[in-house]
């Protein structure tokens, strides 16, 4: 069975699932613990019930020509476009359930978001996932799911509740994550290169260098923390100026340290792989035509590793944006803090609230720099296919 195949149909029997499991969950306050509703706790009429069967059905089948590559109709080009508006409708609905069954002060009463929604969101995504324009689905997906908010039509909605009690903080925090996380890959990069292109000049060296690398990514992240704080805490304290300048035992020097060392691996062994790709043939003509080696290097070898080196640095971003969460631990802000923060208080939205925006813009970064590679490949006279590999 095809890849798309495998998305589309596991995709219908996430929003079928989602049928069944309970939507959202309506508390009196943050403390208690609530009431859960499903889905027919929104439906007003039985016949609903027979309208979200057929729409199933009719879903199923039209999703079925697009991923089997059936028989062109209209709907297949209207439908995915319909079906970004699912999710947000969802929201909606859940976030106006009102019931009569408890009496709550609507001022501290919040309805928190239960698996039903996320499942329904994840099945929306991997339907998506399975056609064209993809990316611009995703992205509008998500920007219909911040209209309502924004319009006032969500007031109950408890990740809107916890937003706007911390939202100074909210943002703080999320400056910090990106800071902490970019800025690492970034001043990781030349090193990578350099280690990646030692690997390739200096075969003897290549599985001491890669075995380096290989020791941070494969090592715990806390225990590397804890292994970065020892040292930096000694130094601190014999250097009373260090710490006046950050670098302490705890804090922001630790965790940018680490996810330095995390980002060493990827980019090393993508330069290594991009310059031992090229053929040994397409150098000799380079020298034989009278290139010097820099020229060699600059014109020819880097030109040609470059798309596969920008997928090292590809998935240094993304992987160092979710590695950035360990930060909190050490009090290295980021949206760590407020995760760790909502763990300690048992608040599953702060949870939520904090996760969020980092599956997001690695999404985002994931989807940009992959744009960027494939523009790459071509530009150097290659194709880029499913498996991402330039052939």
Known sequence: MKQGNIKGWLGLLFLALAL????GTLRPNRILPGTTFHLYSLMKEPMAWAFVVLGLILMAFLWSLVIKGGKYTPALDVFP???TLLPASLLTAIAKYETTEIVYD???????????FWLGLMGTILLLSTGKRKGFLFLLTFLFLLVPPLLGWTPYLALLKEF???KPTFFMELQRHLVLALVSVLLAILPGILLGYGCYRFQRGREWILATVNFFQVAP???L???VMIPLTLLSQAYPVLADWGIRGIGFAPAFIV?????LLPITANTYAGFDQVEQEVTESAVAMGMKSNQVFWKVLFPLAFPVILSGVR????????????????????MGALIFLGLSQSASDLVILGTLPVVLFALIADEFLRRIEITAHYKMGGTYDSAHQRV
């Open 106 to 116: 609507p001022e501290v009463v919040r309805i928190s978001l239960s698996s039903g």
């Open 259 to 263: 996810l330095f060392c995390y980002c």
């Open 20 to 23: 069944f499991l309970p939507l």
């Open 225 to 227: 923390l804890a292994l």
């Open 315 to 334: 998935t240094a971003v993304t992987q160092n944006l979710g590695n950035t969460i360990l930060a909190g631990l050490i009090g290295g802000g980021g």
């Open 81 to 83: 476009w319909i079906l």
């Open 164 to 166: 706007l009690i911390i």
């Open 221 to 223: 992240t806390l225990s």
